[in-house]
Nanobody, 124 residues
Framework: QVQLVESGGGLVQTGGSLRLSCAAS????????MGWFRQAPGKEREFVAG????????YYTDPVKGRFTISRDNAKNTLYLQMNSLKPEDTGMYYC?????????????????WGQGTQVTVSS
C-alpha cells in the first residue's frame, strides 16, 4: 500500500508563491510517474503537472506553464510543486497522485494512489 501526504498549501495573495510537497511511502517511488491535480469547488478535478519516474520529463497544463514547476527527489521519496505568480483561478484543493507507469499522464483514471489534498487559496 502506498501512502501520499501533501503539505504546503495555504492562503496567499495574487502574485505570491507557494511550494507544495508530497511525501510518499514505499521503496519504488522512482519507478512511477507522479502528477499534481487540482479541484475547485463545483468543478471537476483537473491535471496540473506531471513528471516521469526519473524526473527527466515534465508536462504542464497550459494555464500554469511558465509559473509552476514540478520536481521530485527520489532519494527522499518526495514530489514538489513550486507555484509562482499565483492567480485567484489557481484556488483549489491540490492532490498528488501516482501514475500507473513511468510515463506521466493527464488522465486521473491512470493514477492509482492519491493523497488527501492540500488547500490553496489565492486572494485577489
Amino acid at each position: 500500500q502506498v501512502q501520499l501526504v501533501e503539505s504546503g498549501g495555504g492562503l496567499v495573495q495574487t502574485g505570491g508563491s507557494l511550494r507544495l510537497s508530497c511525501a510518499a511511502s514505499g521503496r519504488t517511488f522512482g519507478s512511477y510517474a507522479m502528477g499534481w491535480f487540482r479541484q475547485a469547488p463545483g468543478k471537476e478535478r483537473e491535471f496540473v503537472a506531471g513528471i516521469s519516474g526519473s524526473g527527466g520529463n515534465t508536462y504542464y497544463t497550459d494555464p500554469v506553464k511558465g509559473r509552476f514547476t514540478i520536481s521530485r527527489d527520489n532519494a527522499k521519496n518526495t514530489l514538489y510543486l513550486q507555484m509562482n505568480s499565483l492567480k485567484p483561478e489557481d484556488t483549489g484543493m491540490y492532490y498528488c497522485a501516482r501514475g500507473r507507469g513511468i510515463i506521466p499522464s493527464s488522465n486521473p483514471r491512470l493514477h492509482d494512489y492519491w493523497g488527501q489534498g492540500t488547500q490553496v487559496t489565492v486572494s485577489s
